[in-house]
Structure formats: structure tokens, C-alpha cells
């Protein structure tokens, strides 16, 4: 998908369609191509903003660490120089992370908050190890060696068996991102706290959705907290990647979502 800048912002973004403002973020190791098979199934009905973070994508990938306010703060000056005032904000993995962070400080900018294959748990011990070693490892050897090893576990089993074209797909958007942005990421996400109680505080619509078959952030994880406005989905036989294992289920649930608000 085509980016556009902006004069000033670290980060760049795609922005296509008209209506309510719907920002998606991506996670880990992506970019907004993780996207690009959901947004034009919303497209029609909302304007889908959908931004490179930090060190992904096309963005800048200054040296790290970062921090997952770092990164909900640059969403915050993506919507200020775009003149909106209140968004949709959905996030994947990662994304979801930032987007928690976005809701905890300025709840006053959403519309509704959305976390897909995502959790507002942190990680723990083993998990902080993990974060650390991946950081070492990407700067070690560069992206593609984590990314192929990684990116199969991110599929249902069946479906990184079947799913060529999508696993593939998702390993070339990995392979693009730059090492320093990889590294910086995952070691804000090792930082990140535990932000359940911002869910079950929050006094706007929450939408959560997890992938049966999703062994990064399950059902039990994705839905470890709600509140009296939470819509929860469960999308059989997607892993952690229903963006291209589902997309017209995930966009499905999206649009129910967001036109109920």
C-alpha cells in the first residue's frame, strides 16, 4: 500500500477511504502491509489510517530501546496532523500494546478501542529473556534468520502448511524491517506493564479478538480482562495471523464493531 509523510513525524502512513476514523496498527516485525487484505474490505465504509511504526516499515528506525509509549505517542501526532480529533484504534500484537498505551493516556482521542491477537498482560520472566535475546539476535545476524524461524508458529499449524503464498508474504514484509527497528521494538515490548486494569477501567466499547489456534496470545490470554462494553470473537482456525489466515472474517467482525458504535 502506498504511504504518504508527514513533515516532522518519524513515522509514515497509509490513508485510504472515507468515514469514521478506523487507525490500525500492526505488530511485530510488520508494517501496514500487514493490513493490506483487511483494508479493502473496510475501506468502503471507513477512512483506515494505517501507519508503519517505529522502525518498521518505511518509517525512521533510529537506535533503540523504545518504549510503547514512544510508539502510541507518534500515533498521537499522526492523528494531530491529520486533524482528527477521535479514532477507532485497533492493534495487532504489538499494536495492541501501543494502542493500550495510547488509551491509558489519552482516552479522551478514542472512539472505541480494539485488540486483535493481542493482550493487555506483560511478559513475564522467561518472555523478558526472550524479548532480550531476540534483540541480540536480529542486531547479531539481521532480521531474516528470526524471521524464518519465526514466522511459521505465527500461522495455525495448518495453515503455515497450506497458506504458502500468505507465509511468504508475511516473511518479506519481516525481512524489510531494518535491524534497529526490530531491536528497539523488542525491548520496549519487554518493558511494556501490565495494563488490564485500563480495559476494565475504560469507559468506551472494547473489541477483542483472538485466534483459536493462536499459541502467542490464546483466548485465555486475549480476553484476560473486559469491561460492560466488550465484544469478544473467537476466529476458528486462525493462529496469530488472521490478517492473512481470515481477512474476511476479521473484517467482518471489524465493521460489525465499529458500525454499532
Known amino acids: 500500500m502506498e ?3 508527514q513533515e516532522g513525524l518519524p513515522i509514515r502512513y497509509v490513508d485510504r477511504g472515507e468515514g469514521p476514523a478506523l487507525l ?15 483494508v479493502p474490505l473496510l475501506e468502503g465504509h471507513f477512512r ?16 533503540g530501546p523504545y518504549t510503547i509509549e514512544q510508539l502510541a505517542d507518534n500515533v498521537l501526532q499522526l492523528l494531530d496532523s491529520l486533524g482528527i480529533e477521535r479514532a477507532v484504534i485497533l492493534g495487532h500484537s504489538m499494536g495492541g500494546y501501543t494502542a493500550l ?3 491509558e493516556r489519552y482516552p479522551e482521542r478514542l472512539l472505541a478501542l480494539g485488540l486483535v491477537h493481542s493482550m493487555p498482560l506483560p511478559d513475564d520472566e522467561a518472555g523478558k529473556e526472550k524479548r532480550t535475546a531476540v534483540a541480540e539476535r536480529v542486531m547479531r545476524e539481521g532480521v531474516r534468520p528470526f524471521v524464518e524461524q519465526s514466522a511459521p508458529n505465527w500461522f495455525a499449524p495448518d495453515n503455515a502448511k497450506w497458506m504458502k503464498p500468505e507465509l511468504e508474504r508475511v516473511m518479506g514484509i519481516g525481512f524489510a524491517t531494518k535491524p534497529e527497528g526490530a531491536a528497539g521494538a523488542a525491548l520496549a ?8 486494569h485500563i480495559i476494565r477501567e475504560l469507559e468506551l466499547p472494547v473489541l477483542l479478538i483472538a485466534g483459536d489456534e493462536d499459541g502467542i496470545a490464546p483466548p485465555q490470554k486475549a480476553f484476560a480482562a473486559e469491561n460492560a462494553h466488550t465484544v469478544k470473537h473467537v476466529i476458528e482456525g486462525a493462529g496469530h495471523m488472521s490478517l492473512f489466515e481470515a ?9 460489525s464493531f465499529v458500525e454499532r458504535l
Not at 483506515?48 to 537506535?63: R, T
Not at 515490548?189 to 488490564?196: A, L
Open 3 to 5: 504511504r504518504r509523510s
Open 24 to 38: 490500525l496498527l500492526h505488530g511485530f516485525v510488520g508494517s501496514a502491509d500487514y493490513w493490506e487484505r483487511v
Open 48 to 63: 483506515c489510517i494505517v501507519p508503519d511504526l517505529l522502525g518498521h516499515g518505511e518509517s525512521e528506525a533510529p537506535s
Open 101 to 103: 498505551s495510547f488509551a
Open 189 to 196: 515490548m519487554r518493558e511494556r506493564p501490565d495494563r488490564s
Open 247 to 255: 481477512p474476511q472474517e476479521l473484517a467482518r467482525h471489524i465493521a
